[in-house]
């Protein structure tokens, strides 16, 4: 079975620093990746993802993520916050081999953003 | 981007009831629909995926009886709540994907919530 870590279910930064949150994973075969950013009264909405390929993918909105398959983590960044960065973020794994996780997102358990002036 | 629409958006109904929540793929064929439900201050979990003309794939533990899923077109999705009671009281998801392969980019609705009384 496949599951999804998200270390600190909020963090706080200032406008202009750096943004991090972190994403592990458990899976039995490296999985696909995505982050979606959920806005109030909004649905989700995909920020970025990794199937195959370079493991460093850029997403919409500045925001960065790596893929390290040594250390399971999928961790989003972003050099510099702004203040409609506020919001909530959900790393979700997709399984991609045979089995009962095959095409199906499992989700973190989110990471609230806010943004100080 | 795509987008998925879902109605309605909120509802308040009686215990016993049954209630209906609607999921369309405005601009773009929907192979494979997702039903998720969140919880206050949680993660979407999956409840079933179902693929047009195919009956749903529940997740173990999700009750096929009392939640029952239906995508009859390329552009819809239901999903009925039968016999509601409290506990049944929650935030409804859906999205869709147009296509059946997992790393393509699921696009989410807005969510339903619904309280029971």
């Known amino acids: 079975a496949q599951s999804v870590t998200q270390l600190g279910s909020h963090v706080s930064v200032s406008e202009g620093a750096l943004v991090l949150l972190r994403c592990n994973y458990s899976?039995?075969?490296?999985?696909?990746l995505f982050w979606y950013v959920q806005y109030p009264n909004q649905g989700l909405q995909l920020l970025l993802k990794?199937?195959?390929?370079?493991?460093l993918v850029k997403g919409i909105n500045g925001f960065e993520a790596e893929f390290k398959k040594s250390e399971t983590s999928f961790h989003l960044t972003k050099p510099s916050a702004h203040m409609s960065d506020a919001a909530e973020y959900f790393c979700a794994v997709s399984g991609v081999a045979g089995g009962t996780s095959y095409g199906k997102l499992t989700f973190g358990q989110g990471t609230i953003l806010t943004v100080h002036p | 981007g795509a987008v998925v629409s879902q109605h309605p958006s909120w509802v308040i109904c009686k215990s016993g009831t049954s209630v209906k929540i609607e999921c369309r793929s405005l601009d773009f064929q929907a192979t494979t629909m997702f039903w998720y439900r969140q919880f206050p201050k949680q993660s979407l979990m999956l409840m079933a995926t179902s693929n047009e003309g195919s009956k749903a794939t529940y997740e173990q533990g999700v009750e096929k009886d009392k939640f029952l899923i239906n995508h009859a077109s390329l552009t819809l999705s239901t999903l009925t709540v039968t016999s509601a009671h409290p506990e049944d009281s929650s935030f409804y998801i859906c999205?869709?994907?147009?296509?059946?392969?997992?790393?393509?980019?699921?696009?989410f609705g807005p969510g339903t919530r619904l309280t029971v009384l």
């Open positions: 899976s039995s075969v490296p999985p696909y």
């Open positions: 999205s869709a994907r147009g296509s059946r392969r997992p790393g393509d980019e699921q696009f």
């Open positions: 990794y199937t195959t390929g370079a493991t």
